[in-house]
């Protein structure tokens, strides 16, 4: 037998597979297997794609694998690294990265090996052997004897049986009994208890119509399902009781969030339902942990996967059912190589396994409603009413805070009620200039402003990390009349401290998050009688507080002054989902945006609460233009440390790409990030595989060209 082996390198010049030849004990080696190969002189890590029954390589050349490790991913897993590898112009070594077990990764560091404790069960044969008057030897009867009861460690065995090691090989031979490595004892990674807890619930009838459908598809091919649910209107019940039926049905289930750290009440309920069944993907997870994790998983022990993206491709070979809960969030994006979207990853996985996907939000994408079959929760569960939305215009105000604004925040300060602020800008001002001069403090590496922090005494790139003390003179002019433009979270805390005093105001941004965690915060939220919960679009996830009666955002309709035809998609996502935190409990609620432009159409839809409305005044735009979802979307980024070879890359790119009859827009210039130059392609096409296809052979072409040797190239098929 031959197999074809994807070497594990992060090499992009390695094209494999190549053929090795399967002998003696490593006859019985499958697809998904990891294989010690030798590569030349080298020895490398690698995966069994495919087996063949003989190869092309003649055979006084084939050589042999040198060893088999223990890990072995499911075959249909295989495929969708492959898959991922293909559909993101990346490589397959960083595609079949995706589904090994964690730690295992492109060469980096060495893989993580099991702690083994070999255990054994008895088969259905050994269990026939016992019933009859086979012929067994006294030891290895008593071995079958002691398993009958359950399965067992190997040592237990040979102390309760006197059977060692050999004599259950042996019966392993025959069929009698499997061995097994199992780790002792898995880790079991702890999630934090915030916000409001649910016992069983009686569904209201909208959640069991839902429930149905979804149940109906178990038994037959479908389309994937979107549960278009508003704020409030108990989707993650659903969630829970389809995941119920899905294991009922004998089979495993894959719940994505979009990170646990900012809702971890949705991961504690899956685990408060379905306890040791469930593995939580966590991201504060170390590897030891998250390899157990996949072992219990692999080995039938976890039958449930709670985490983001990447539990997309938790190691289920029986898969019935996936979630993505709040679909519209951008984090099912990875930033990295490769650039893959768990939520269409979600779609080829169920598809390839025959499981049911259900995409569930508030505020669906596009791409969902027009593609999917929908399922409505038009109502909150209690019955109770959207809050109503106020827009206010900031033209001709000073400061950040409306008249309105400061009203409503003095009657929760009153009433000693709880509200969520939402400004989307970090830090404490914008920008520093010098009042004299006109200097800007930029940073060094990238073309933009330094953000001020006033707790650090710094100015801090958001782009690339590089900070400096915040300066009180003028390096250019010596002034000591510096300017701070524009409020930030850090700001708008110290606002709020004195406009609510004495209710407590928390802070939540990603600057908070690094020093305390996102969970101290939420809870510490939760746990107060009142107070001021304020933040980036982290305090609008899908937070459950009861007792929040306000919500605010601050300057809505900056998002809209993004160049991006999804600005208005963003914009209104975010404000509606803001909206949805506020009036969860009996003494309802209400919600003030604030913006420049109080009309625009996304602000407008999101203060309805209509989602629908809204996409459907958005796709005939999308489809004009071939925007998704009726076109696709590919982005090349061409970076280089001098001006000039980023420029000349991305004009080679689109000459290739437009060869192959693909239309290509640019190249343009982005801003320098990190010390590096860039240039960027934008190919939309309502042709998919073709304009992927055309983009992989233009970029690997120009890349391996000598004369771009300067040049690093970035491909984002669908950019968010
Ligand atoms: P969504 O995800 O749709 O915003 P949640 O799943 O957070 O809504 O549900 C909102 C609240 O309603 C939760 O506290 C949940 O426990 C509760 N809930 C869900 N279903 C029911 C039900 N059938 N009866 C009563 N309460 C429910
Ligand atoms: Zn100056
Ligand atoms: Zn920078």
């Known amino acids: 037998m031959i197999a074809k082996v994807e070497p594990l390198t992060p090499a992009r010049a390695l094209r494999g597979p190549f053929d090795y030849l399967l002998t003696g004990a490593l006859e019985n080696v499958g697809v998904g297997s990891m294989l010690v190969v030798p590569f030349g002189r080298r020895r490398l890590l690698g995966v069994v794609v495919e087996l063949a029954p003989d190869s092309e390589i003649a055979s006084e050349r084939l050589v042999q694998p040198l060893a088999a490790?223990?890990?072995?991913?499911?075959?249909?897993?295989?495929d969708l690294g492959l898959w991922v590898a293909r559909e993101y112009v990346s490589t397959p070594a960083r595609g079949l990265a995706l589904v090994l077990p964690p730690g295992t990764g492109t060469g980096a560091g060495r893989p993580l090996i099991p702690r083994r404790s070999l255990r054994a069960a008895l088969t259905e044969n050994g269990r026939e052997a016992l019933a009859s008057p086979a012929r067994l030897g006294h030891r290895q009867r008593a071995a079958l004897d002691?398993?009958?009861?359950?399965?067992a460690a190997v040592t237990a065995v040979a102390r309760r049986a006197g059977a060692d090691h050999s004599t259950l090989r042996s019966l392993e031979r025959r069929g009698f009994v499997r061995l097994e490595n199992a780790t002792h004892p898995p880790r079991r990674p702890q999630v934090e208890e915030v916000g409001a807890r649910a016992g069983t619930v009686e569904l209201t009838g909208a959640q069991a119509r839902a429930l149905e459908q979804i149940v109906a598809r178990f038994d037959s091919p479908h389309a994937p399902l979107l549960l278009h649910g508003v704020t409030g209107s108990g989707k993650t019940e659903v969630y829970l009781r389809a995941v119920a039926a899905a294991l009922e049905r004998g089979r495993s289930a894959i719940v994505l969030v979009p990170e646990i750290a900012l809702t971890p009440q949705t991961a504690g309920r899956f685990v408060e339902r379905f306890g040791d069944s469930v593995?939580?993907?966590?991201?504060?997870?170390?590897?030891?942990?998250?390899y157990d994790e996949w072992w219990r998983m692999r080995r039938?022990?976890?039958?449930?996967?709670?985490?983001?993206?990447?539990?997309?491709?938790?190691?289920?070979?029986?898969?019935?059912?996936?979630?993505?809960?709040?679909e519209h969030d951008g984090s099912y994006k990875q930033e990295g190589d490769p650039r893959y979207d768990a939520r269409l990853v979600a779609e080829r996985r169920a598809a390839l396994q025959g499981a049911v996907l259900v995409a569930g939000s508030a505020t669906p994408r596009p791409e969902s409603l027009v593609r999917y079959e929908r399922l409505e929760l038009a109502e909150r569960v209690d019955g109770a009413v959207l809050p109503p939305v106020e827009i206010v215009s900031m033209t001709g105000t000073s400061g950040p805070l409306h008249e309105r604004t400061r009203q409503e925040l003095d009657a929760v300060r009153r009433a000693g009620d709880?509200?969520?602020?939402?400004?989307?800008?970090?830090?404490?001002?914008?920008?520093?200039?010098?009042?004299?001069?006109g200097r800007v403090w930029e940073c060094?590496?990238?073309?933009?402003?330094?953000?001020?922090?006033?707790?650090?005494?710094?100015?801090?790139?958001?782009?690339c990390g590089h900070r400096e003390p915040a300066p009180s003179t003028c390096p250019d002019c010596a002034s000591v009349s510096v300017a701070r433009h524009g409020a930030g979270t850090e700001q708008?805390?110290?606002?709020?401290?004195?406009?609510?005093s004495p209710l407590p105001v928390f802070r939540l941004d990603s600057d908070v998050a690094a020093a305390s965690g996102v969970a101290s915060v939420l809870g510490r939220f939760h746990r107060a009688e009142a107070g001021v919960l304020v933040g980036t679009q982290m305090v609008a996830?899908?937070?459950?507080?009861?007792?929040?009666?306000l919500g605010v955002v601050l300057d809505a309709d900056a998002t809209l002054r993004f160049p991006d035809f999804r600005a208005e998609e963003r914009t209104f996502a975010l404000v509606a989902q803001l909206a949805g935190r506020s009036g969860r409990g009996r003494r309802g609620g209400r919600v003030i945006v604030q913006a420049l432009e109080p009309d625009a159409r996304a602000l407008r839809h999101a203060a309805a609460h209509d989602s629908t409305g809204f996409i459907a005044g958005e796709l005939p735009r999308r489809e004009a233009f071939g925007y998704p979802p009726y076109g696709h979307l590919i982005r090349v980024v061409c970076s280089s440390t001098e001006a000039g070879p980023d420029h000349a890359a991305a004009d080679a790119v689109r000459e290739l790409v437009e060869r192959a009859g693909v239309l290509a827009l640019g190249p343009a210039p982005l801003f320098r990030r990190q010390g590096r130059h860039r240039a960027q392609l934008v190919v939309r096409s309502r042709e998919r595989d073709r304009a992927i296809t055309a983009v992989r052979e233009a970029v690997e072409q120009v890349a391996a060209d000598r004369s771009h040797a300067s040049a690093s190239f970035a491909v984002d098929v669908d950019p968010q």
């Open 69 to 78: 490790l223990e890990a072995n991913v499911p075959e249909t897993l295989v």
């Open 146 to 151: 002691t398993l009958a009861g359950g399965p």
């Open 279 to 290: 593995a939580v993907m966590h991201s504060r997870l170390s590897s030891r942990e998250r």
């Open 300 to 326: 039938g022990e976890a039958r449930v996967c709670v985490g983001p993206r990447s539990a997309v491709f938790a190691p289920f070979d029986d898969l019935g059912l996936i979630v993505v809960d709040e």
């Open 418 to 437: 709880k509200a969520i602020v939402l400004l989307n800008r970090r830090g404490w001002s914008n920008f520093l200039s010098c009042r004299l001069c």
């Open 444 to 463: 060094p590496n990238c073309d933009v402003t330094l953000v001020f922090h006033q707790a650090a005494g710094e100015v801090a790139c958001h782009h």
């Open 492 to 500: 708008l805390e110290r606002e709020l401290e004195e406009l609510v």
């Open 541 to 549: 996830k899908g937070h459950d507080f009861p007792d929040v009666t």
